[in-house]
């Protein structure tokens, strides 16, 4: 590894003489500081794969440097490196101090502005593909699966459908997890509802399901992408996240790497489709899959894990996965009316009607929403209009509500 510093030109400095020149730097503080307004230098790192150019505040330890050419695995077999590369080729990885400056720095260069936390970018000067990030994110997932989207994108445009698409999702929900551990853990409720989709498509579809999966792998089957996404999503997530040792692991690098940047999508289909089955049981592998998808919660299983924490008081976790469910499906009817649920628990009567209202528009079970309505305006010395919304759930379920509401109308009416 080298550290260079940029000047008129550069100066390479090997590691044997960083301590002195920092020895240096100490002794010329004063003198420095007298200079403000001369410009900070960058410094650059150099790898065996890359070459890192940091502004001179950004604080990033050594290892993290090391760490980047040792994980061969991501950053480097989608890269395409060998342990030949020259200075050139390397790839560049530009890091600043704040999003800020990096935002600045690659505007009208994003391809996809919702993954701005690593942009990978074409520079014409270079003629090479570059990376910008900040200093933030530099050593997290959201930075690695960024750099990783961006080069699907990008690099290789005739990526196969179903990696991309079953990719896309993998990654999104991967850095979910990642950034937000309190919120969401092993399976999200994307992953999940991917999973109730792939359920009842096997319920009621008379395609198998592993029909399906090995049409999408040899591409031997029409496909519109709301079929593509859930299959492909599980097939990335179990080669990705099942514990089945290193086979499937290397499967999953030696399929990226196969894909060629001069073929288009059909060619590359081809490729990996044969990969697999000169590699892989694809019949096993198919089962495999499906039992991996049969055991899987379903959002189903997330709404009644919900009520039951909701049901034996744990007001704090029934809170959280609601949050979670939220997270993307920001007017989930059920999500809404637990949370209602809670905060009417906790004495806050007019957040919870504001719930059941936006559950109502979400297209919840209206007669229990009005009945809970209900219930809050009560609570909150509002009569008229608990009244009113006791009606409404009388009217609309009699057989259930009548029982409940009645006696809070006929309290109502003395």
């Known amino acids: 590894m080298k550290i260079l510093f940029k000047h008129n030109k550069p100066i ?38 890359y070459i890192f150019t940091c502004e001179n505040n950004v604080e990033i330890p050594l290892s993290f440097f090391e760490k980047c050419d040792n994980n061969i695995d991501f950053y480097n077999s989608f890269f395409r490196f060998t342990d030949d590369k020259s200075l050139a080729e390397k ?21 996809d ?31 690695r699966y960024g750099c990783f989207y961006q080069f699907m994108e990008n690099i290789i445009p005739g990526t196969p459908l179903w990696i991309k698409a079953g990719l896309s999702v993998y990654l999104d929900e991967e850095i979910k997890i990642f950034n937000f ?16 989709d792939l359920k009842q498509k096997q319920k009621n579809n008379s395609l198998e399901l592993s029909d399906t999966i090995i049409g999408i792998i040899t591409g031997t089957a029409d ?10 999503w599980a097939i990335i997530e179990y080669i990705r996240t099942e514990n089945h040792g290193l086979t499937y692991n290397k499967l999953f690098w030696d399929i990226i790497y196969l894909i060629n940047p001069l073929n288009n999508s059909a060619e590359n289909r081809n490729l990996v489709s044969d990969y697999f089955f000169k590699w892989t049981d694809v019949p096993s592998f198919t089962q495999e899959v499906i039992s991996f998808i049969n055991r899987s919660e379903s959002i189903e299983d997330y709404y009644t894990v919900g009520k039951y924490l909701y049901d034996t008081k744990q007001f704090e976790y029934a809170e959280n996965l609601c949050n979670a469910i939220l997270f ?12 209602g649920l809670i905060k009417y628990s906790d004495g806050k ?20 929403l009005h009945y809970a309505k209900g ?27 009548s029982i409940l509401a009645n006696p809070i109308l006929q309290a109502i009416k003395q």
Not at 18 to 37: E, G, R
Not at 328 to 339: G, H
Not at 377 to 388: C, R, T, V
Request: proline residues 4%.
């Open 12 to 49: 390479i400095f090997p590691f044997g003489k960083i301590l002195f020149f920092l020895f240096i730097a100490i002794l010329t503080k004063p003198v420095l500081a007298q200079n403000s307004a001369k410009k900070s230098e960058n410094i650059v790192i150099e790898t065996k794969h």
């Open 349 to 368: 009567y007019d957040e919870s009607i504001l719930l059941y209202d936006r559950a109502l528009k979400a297209g919840g079970e209206s007669a229990a």
């Open 181 to 196: 551990p309190d919120l969401f853990y092993n399976i999200t409720p994307v992953k999940a509802a991917l999973i109730s």
């Open 91 to 111: 790839m560049k990885i530009t890091i600043f101090s704040s999003e800020t400056k990096k935002a600045d720095f690659i505007a009208g260069k994003l391809t």
């Open 223 to 232: 496909f519109s992408l709301q079929d593509y996404l859930p299959h492909s």
């Open 375 to 401: 219930i809050s305006f009560y609570e909150a010395g509002n009569i008229k209009a608990a009244g009113e919304s006791l009606e409404k759930a009388k009217q609309e379920m009699p057989e259930k509500y």
């Open 328 to 339: 993307d499906d920001k007017e989930n009817s059920f999500a809404l009316y637990m949370l």
């Open 113 to 143: 502005p919702s993954r701005n936390s690593a942009i990978l970018y074409f520079n014409a000067e270079s003629r090479q593909y570059e990376i910008a990030a900040d200093a933030a994110t530099i050593e997290t997932n959201e930075f």
